[in-house]
Each structure stands twice: as C-alpha cells, then as structure tokens.
C-alpha cells in the first residue's frame, strides 16, 4: 500500500459526461500529480499541485481541470467526456515540489466512456 | 522535446534467465532517473532511484540500474528472473529545476515463463 487513496476505483460514463476523481495524498506530502495512462499515449503528465497551489501543467486538455483543497486532497474533473478519454487515471504524491523525491502512486481509476 | 525510451516493448524469459532493459533520455541537463514496476492490476512501485554518485544503483527484489551519462542511458539489470517478475516495467525521470513530474518511458512489458 503505498498510502495514496484514489476513489474511485473504476467509472462508467457516456459520451458528453463529466466526472470527478478524487485522490488523498500520502501522509504528509503536500505536492499532488495526476497522470493520464492508455494504450496509446502510454503514461503521460498532466498537472501537479503543491500545497494548494497549480505547480506545472502537462498535455492535458482545456475539458479536464484540476484543483487541490486545504486538506490537501485532490480532484480531477473531466468534462464534455469522449471516448478517447479512456484511459487509467493515477494520483500521485511526494513530500515536497521538486525532483528530490519520486512521487508514490495510488492504484489508478479506471474510466471508461461509452 | 525531453523524451525517454524504452528499447523494447515486450519481453519474454524463461526463468532463471539474465533481464536487461533498456532506457535512454533525451536532455542534456541535470537528471533523476528512475525505474518503476507496474504487476498487473496494481498500481506503479518504485524499483531504484539515482540521484547522483555510484552510478551503479541497487533497488529492491534484486534489481539494480547502472546511469551511464555519456549514453544518456539508465538500462535496468536482474541477473536471474522469476516468474513474479512479470510486469510492466516503466523508465522514468524528472529533469532537475523543473519540478517533480516525471517524464515516462513507454514501458516494457516482461513476461517470464516458469
């Protein structure tokens, strides 16, 4: 278990749809990243909050947006959802910004839209 | 663009049998690489990290890494695999001084046969 709590585990939605996915941090770590993994693209990056605050953007799309509480949780919402939005969700976390620790992973949500 | 390779896309032993996987990155700067293990079903497990120094690195289950800088290389190394092995293995890193995303390979996947 490496302490990183996605919810959900997976997710059926149609075409036009929007979701939420949530994500807690490990204890005490205050920089959340999400990353997007399908077949396709493989795992890419998508955004990275700290402490509350945006950090850096990846590829991800004008649809998705992103926003991390006082509490430090995360969520992902997805919205105007199209079938290519597919994929395997991961949060994951580290105690600070930068490069010095390598984020833990939590298990994923699986979206699939139909 | 910064990129990671990942020479081959799927692998297959016998155990027993001696894994090197390949990875290189393209950026000419400072670097933390990095090996992660995706088992099927699970979430992604840090393999090794290197930060700096002994440019041989050991990680958990056996595994070890060597950082060959004028390559540009960071290939993952079992000198005898089990079929436990088997998993998606993911070449990482996260270029220094921008931020903690980490740049992914596209994975290897590693079938081991008992």
């Known amino acids: 278990d490496s302490g990183v709590t996605q919810t959900p585990k997976h997710l059926i939605t149609a075409t036009g749809q929007r979701v939420t996915l949530r994500c807690s941090p490990r204890?005490?770590?205050?920089?959340v990243y999400w990353y997007q993994q399908s077949l396709d693209q493989g795992l890419q990056f998508l955004i990275q909050?700290?402490?509350?605050?945006?950090?850096a953007k990846g590829n991800i799309l004008e649809r998705f947006s992103a926003q991390q509480f006082p509490d430090l949780h995360s969520e992902l919402n997805l919205s105007s959802l199209e079938l290519g939005d597919s994929a395997l969700y991961f949060c994951?976390?580290?105690?600070?910004?930068?490069?010095?620790?390598?984020?833990?992973f939590g298990s994923g949500t699986r979206l699939t839209v139909v | 663009a910064q990129s990671v390779s990942q020479h081959n896309h799927h692998v297959i032993l016998s155990e027993a049998a001696s894994l090197e996987l390949g990875c290189n990155y393209s950026?000419?700067?400072?670097?933390?690489l990095f090996w992660y293990v995706q088992y099927p079903g699970q979430h992604l497990q840090l393999l090794l990290k290197?930060?700096?120094?002994?440019?041989l690195v050991k990680g958990i289950k056996g595994f070890e890494a060597e950082f060959i800088k004028s390559k540009f290389s960071f290939n993952l190394r079992k000198p005898s695999v089990q079929w436990s092995d088997t998993a998606e293995y993911f070449c990482a890193v996260i270029i220094y001084n921008q931020g903690g995303k980490l740049i992914f390979g596209q994975g290897t996947e590693l079938s081991v046969k008992p």
């Open positions: 909050y700290y402490n509350g605050e945006e950090r």
């Open positions: 290197y930060f700096s120094g002994d440019p």
């Open positions: 204890s005490g770590d205050l920089s």
């Open positions: 950026y000419g700067g400072t670097v933390n």
């Open positions: 994951a976390s580290s105690p600070n910004r930068g490069a010095s620790s390598p984020p833990a």
